[in-house]
């Protein structure tokens, strides 16, 4: 994705395209759910004010407000809370969130951090509030907000350093959004810097009062107000950025979709591939030579089983089948990749562990040089709504992706990386149910 800014123009006023080739597809949340396959960048749009409050936020009796806990009493949480009382709307400002709450501002975003963890952790932090009221956001109704400090345009810009890995927060309220029919949700991003508390305060609650119901606005501190919205655009001339001198190293580019696509790179570029993946290629049991099918090896490992006097449960049949399945997987794919005429090369190794990818690297290294391009594809699903989701299960989706990508980067710091492709789903961008 990348940002083009519209100099000169009135900030209450809606850019259009002026090229034939750049369409405006989303208006709605609904007009980007059914966009299909296509190729789309995201913009910033400068958006006027409405005029309306959020759907909810009058009807609210028990409205909670997560503070920044920048400064005690004084934070922009009880700098808020003013606010709305000024306006004739009651909150409170909580540490544990009460099971009466209704409506919930969360302010973790604007949180200062010392590291990119500490940024990490808000996106957890958030999902655990989400969790806490979805029952009655689903049930009932009310309002879910989420207030971030990336610069006022959600990271596009690339200048909010360390604090775009808290940029999980939208996602998690577009999700919301889909799964509380009942309930008004809304992620806001002011770029708080040279503002005073108050003032941020305040920005937030005319946003809340006069934003209506846009699902993501990002605030600037001179005062004007964007919204990001998706383009239709076709893809120039690939250049020759990639050929088969480049060095590619891949997570997740031994299966799944992340494969396909590295197997036509190998194709066109034949470039030389390094492709991380957590599965080992152990030898299948004999048993399973000539099943082929899911249910031919559950046969087959059961009648081993049985006949070994071994105990076996569906859930370890399901393990080893995968297990099987997989491998076989990734041993095609290589084989094909090898048929392409790319070298490759497979490393077992989780993705988010820092070190056994450094080791593997000084191997890759030494025999084809320095890496040139990164691909981030691993990735794992455990798809639950937001109420019945645990905090384990979104560890293990969120870390994979994210802290994953940073030890990729860390180990590749000192690589001149001329490419870098990051696989997302689109719930990143629009929300889906249960991701």
Same mark, same amino acid.
């Given at each position: ?7 000169g123009?009135?900030?209450?006023? !809606?850019?259009?395209?002026t090229?034939?080739d750049e369409?405006? %597809?989303?208006?709605t ?10 190729r789309?960048i995201l913009?910033?749009t400068?958006v006027?004010?409405?005029g309306f ?12 407000i ?7 009493t ?11 009382e000024?306006?004739? !709307?009651?909150s409170?400002?909580?540490?544990d969130?009460p ?6 501002i969360?302010l973790?975003?604007l ?11 808000i996106n957890r ?14 049930a009932?109704?009310g309002?879910?907000?989420t207030?971030q ?11 909010s350093?360390?604090? %775009? ?8 309220i ?10 008004? %949700? ?7 810097k040279?503002?005073?508390?108050k ?5 937030? +609650? ?6 209506g119901?846009?699902?993501e ?17 076709d893809?120039g001339?690939?250049g020759?950025?990639l050929?088969e001198k480049?060095v590619?190293?891949a997570s997740?580019?031994a299966?799944?979709?992340?494969a396909?696509?590295? !197997?036509q790179?190998?194709?066109? %570029?034949?470039?030389r ?8 290629l152990?030898a299948?049991?004999? +048993? ?9 090896i559950k046969t ?5 089983a049985t006949e070994?006097?071994?105990s ?11 297990? !099987?399945?997989?491998?076989?997987e990734i041993?095609t794919n290589?084989e094909a ?25 000084q191997t890759?290294?030494?025999e ?9 594809g ?17 560890d293990?989706?969120?870390n994979?992706?994210?802290k ?15 490419v870098? +492709?990051?696989?997302?789903s689109?719930?990143?961008r629009t929300?889906n149910?249960?991701?």
């Amino acid at each position: 994705a990348f940002i083009e800014r519209s100099l000169g123009q009135d900030k209450n006023s !809606i850019i259009e395209p002026t090229t034939a080739d750049e369409v405006p %597809v989303i208006e709605t949340q609904a007009s980007e759910d059914a966009l299909g396959i296509g190729r789309y960048i995201l913009r910033e749009t400068p958006v006027p004010y409405s005029g309306f409050s959020m759907p909810g936020l009058t009807q609210a009796k028990h409205m909670c407000i997560v503070d920044d806990k920048s400064a005690g009493t004084d934070g922009i949480g009880h700098a808020l809370a003013r606010e709305l009382e000024k306006n004739g !709307i009651q909150s409170q400002v909580v540490e544990d969130i009460p099971e009466n709450c209704d409506s919930l501002i969360f302010l973790g975003g604007l949180r200062k951090i010392a590291n990119k963890q500490d940024a990490m952790d808000i996106n957890r932090e958030a999902f655990a509030a989400a969790k806490t009221i979805a029952a009655q956001l689903t049930a009932n109704g009310g309002v879910f907000v989420t207030a971030q400090d990336t610069g006022g345009d959600f990271g596009l810009s690339g200048q909010s350093g360390d604090r %775009v890995w808290l940029s999980g927060l939208s996602g998690l309220i577009k999700t919301a959004g889909i799964e509380w029919t009942k309930a008004s %949700v809304k992620a806001i991003d002011i770029d708080c810097k040279n503002l005073s508390l108050k003032k941020i305060a305040s920005m937030i +609650c005319m946003e809340l009062l006069t934003g209506g119901p846009e699902l993501e606005v990002g605030l600037k501190s001179d005062g004007s107000r964007f919204r990001l919205r998706s383009y239709s655009k076709d893809a120039g001339q690939a250049g020759t950025m990639l050929d088969e001198k480049s060095v590619i190293l891949a997570s997740g580019g031994a299966r799944g979709i992340t494969a396909k696509t590295i !197997i036509q790179l190998a194709r066109d %570029v034949k470039p030389r591939l390094a492709l991380i993946g957590r599965t080992g290629l152990d030898a299948e049991p004999p +048993c399973c030579q000539g099943a082929e099918t899911d249910a031919q090896i559950k046969t087959a490992l059961l009648n081993d089983a049985t006949e070994n006097g071994k105990s076996v449960t569906p859930m370890d049949l399901n393990k080893q089948t995968h297990k !099987i399945l997989s491998i076989r997987e990734i041993k095609t794919n290589l084989e094909a990749i090898r048929q392409a005429g790319a070298d490759v090369k497979y490393i077992v190794a989780d993705v988010q562990n820092k070190t056994d990818i450094q080791k593997a690297l000084q191997t890759i290294r030494k025999e084809w040089g320095s890496i040139t391009a990164l691909v981030h594809g691993a990735g794992v699903l455990a798809d639950k709504l937001i109420a019945e989701k645990s905090i384990e299960q979104f560890d293990r989706v969120f870390n994979t992706k994210v802290k994953g990508l940073e030890a990729l980067l860390d180990a590749t710091a000192e690589d001149d990386l001329k490419v870098i +492709c990051l696989f997302s789903s689109i719930a990143g961008r629009t929300g889906n149910m249960g991701q």
